[in-house]
């Protein structure tokens, strides 16, 4: 059993930072991080897998994520945000082999952290 606790969102003005932290109680090779706006479907933004991390198109060169596995921790680093990535972000652990964008394949998730950004 994993457990995952997000932290790190909060309110920010277009353009601003934000870094989410997802701490997590065991180690699984494949992490990510996942956006839900209301009214729209849940979709991956970034993940990682044994060091090599992908992002989504539409954060491409704005987000990072990347882990602390001493601190047990995956981080998503979040710079030049805009009001279309006002979202609950969340964090989501898969124990098998592979790691992909399709959430239904993560077997952990944590209870999610706000980001709200305005102009």
């Known amino acids: 059993q994993v457990q995952l606790v997000e932290s790190g969102g909060g309110s920010v003005q277009a353009y601003g930072s934000l870094r989410l932290s997802c701490e997590y109680t065991a180690y699984t090779s494949c992490m990510a991080w996942f956006r839900q706006a209301p009214g729209k479907q849940r979709e991956g933004v970034a993940r990682?897998?044994?060091?090599?991390?992908w992002t989504t198109d539409s954060v491409k060169g704005r987000f990072t994520i990347y882990r602390d596995n001493a601190k047990s921790i995956v981080y998503l680093q979040m710079n030049s945000l805009k009001p279309e990535d006002t979202a609950m972000y969340y964090c989501?652990?898969?124990?098998?082999?592979?790691?992909?964008?399709?959430?239904?394949?993560?077997?952990?998730w944590g209870q999610g952290t706000q980001v709200t950004v305005s102009l």
């Open positions: 990682i897998d044994r060091g090599v991390a």
């Open positions: 989501a652990a898969r124990s098998g082999a592979g790691c992909s964008w399709i959430d239904s394949t993560y077997d952990y």
